[in-house]
């Protein structure tokens, strides 16, 4: 079978698919790739057929951290997603026509694209590497990072809360959504739910215990656990030197200016036992001052790093955060925006390690959150139990094979406008 999956121009949503991509592979199907340009090569090198998306798409870049509040933040996010909409509608479509692919494999942020794989009426699927924003009578509000409901009062805040926050977002998001979709020729979408589970089903790249239990959870979801991934990299020189615990301190692969997690961290651990790695992949390191016990890198693979890692510093992304988890390693999260807020609240509840907003970043509170984090190891190996009884890629293939299986000859490729 041939299987053509499409992202956004993110590395937090082409890093996790790709192990799928690969386990889809290992069982025989040709799998083509469309995703970021810088990417392309190293996924040619995996044995994907990997061109590039529109570059327009790429231009398209987000701009939520300009925003003075977790709510704006959200509004401007759902604005980049609707604009870059507009591209990758035709560009799955283009996608298609070169392809033919018997499945198509969408990311939960190209809405144009996931309009198209509607049209084309053959068997689809998404993943989705953040938390859900589906509403449900079990968890609290999506965005602010609340605590879950105890009790009545609990009860009463969500009721109140849950069409006031989650409706102030359906409001940007549909009319965008649905002007997409006319163009494109499906029906609108009524709320964020429809469009969330348009597909027949959905991979969503986390799992029990650190995901809420919900008693409404969606037939079409699929949890698998993180499917965490690095790029091939031998494990750096200088590790083996280094004798003391590592802390790994990271920030977002796209940029939201929390850079300056970076140097609070090396601040407030430089008289520390311990080792300090900084990466600042979208982020400049000039004039960040460096301590003797730390080191501060653009990149380098994190896997290596969190086997000797006594905690992870996080910026509370999804993929940094289920990645140390996934190793027992327990984290501090400093939530910036985006779905952090809800990465954050999620470690501190299951007791996989410590929370501290942005707003109270200071040396002294984050190194009496790091030591904390430090001895709620038992949290994290609780969660990394829980990624693993989920199934990870194989699970991922199993269910997109049903999904081929269960309508092998329903698809035809609708030619371009």
Known sequence: MRILAYTSPARGHLFPVTPILDELQRRGHDVALRTLASQVESQRARGFDAEPIDPAIERIEPDDYRARTPLGAQKRAMRTFAARAERDAPD????????????ALIDINTWGAMAIAERWGGPWATWCPYPLPLPSRDVPPFGPGFPPARGRAGRIRD??????????????????VNAVRARVGVPPVRDATGLLLAAPLMLYLTAEPFEYPRTDWSPRVRMVGPCDWDPPAEPPAWLDAVTDPIVLVTTSSEFQDDGRLVACALEALACESVHVVATLPANAAEGVAVPANARVLPFTPHAPILDRAACAITHGGMGATQKALAREVPVCVVPFGRDQLEVARRVEVVGAGTRLPAPRLRPDRLRA???EAISRRHGAARVAAGYRAAGGPPAAADALEALLHARPNAHSVTPSA
């Open 92 to 103: 799955l479509q283009r996608g298609l026509d070169a392809v033919q692919p018997d499945l």
């Open 159 to 176: 009721a109140a809360l849950r069409p006031l926050l989650f409706g102030a977002l359906e409001r940007i998001v549909r009319p965008r």
């Open 369 to 371: 959150a790091v030591r």
